[in-house]
Nanobody, 127 residues
Framework: QVQLVESGGGLVQAGGSLRLSCAAS????????MGWFRQAAGKEREFVAA????????RYADSVKGRFTISRDNAKVTMYLQMNSLKPEDTAVYYC????????????????????WGQGTQVTVSS
C-alpha cells in the first residue's frame, strides 16, 4: 500500500521561505514521477510542480516558476519542494502525489495521472 506523508508546512511572512517534504513508502519510489499540487480555500486543486522518476526533468506552474524548486532523493525515498519569495496567494494546502504509471518521459501536470496522494500540509503566507 502506497503511503505519502507531507511535512514542512506552516505560517510564514511574505517574502519568506519554506521547504516541504514528502516521504513515500509502499512501492519502488525511484520508478515513479512525483508531483506537488495545492488547493486554496474555495478554489480547485492546481498543479504546482512535478519531477521525473529519475529526477532529470522538472515542470512548474507559471505562477511558481523561478521561486519554487522541486527535487527528489531516491535513496531517501523523499521528494522536496523548496519555496522561496512566498506570496500571500501561495496560501493553500499542499499535496504530494505519485504517478500511477511508472517510468515515462516528462512528468505529468494533470492530477488525473497521479494515483496516490498525501494528506496535505497547510502553508499560510501572511502579508
Amino acid at each position: 500500500q502506497v503511503q505519502l506523508v507531507e511535512s514542512g508546512g506552516g505560517l510564514v511572512q511574505a517574502g519568506g521561505s519554506l521547504r516541504l517534504s514528502c516521504a513515500a513508502s509502499g512501492r519502488s519510489f525511484s520508478m515513479y514521477a512525483m508531483g506537488w499540487f495545492r488547493q486554496a480555500a474555495g478554489k480547485e486543486r492546481e498543479f504546482v510542480a512535478a519531477i521525473r522518476w529519475s529526477g532529470g526533468v522538472t515542470r512548474y506552474a507559471d505562477s511558481v516558476k523561478g521561486r519554487f524548486t522541486i527535487s527528489r532523493d531516491n535513496a531517501k525515498v523523499t521528494m522536496y519542494l523548496q519555496m522561496n519569495s512566498l506570496k500571500p496567494e501561495d496560501t493553500a494546502v499542499y499535496y504530494c502525489a505519485q504517478r500511477l504509471m511508472g517510468w515515462g518521459d516528462a512528468p505529468p501536470v494533470r492530477a488525473v495521472e497521479y494515483g496516490y496522494w498525501g494528506q496535505g500540509t497547510q502553508v499560510t503566507v501572511s502579508s
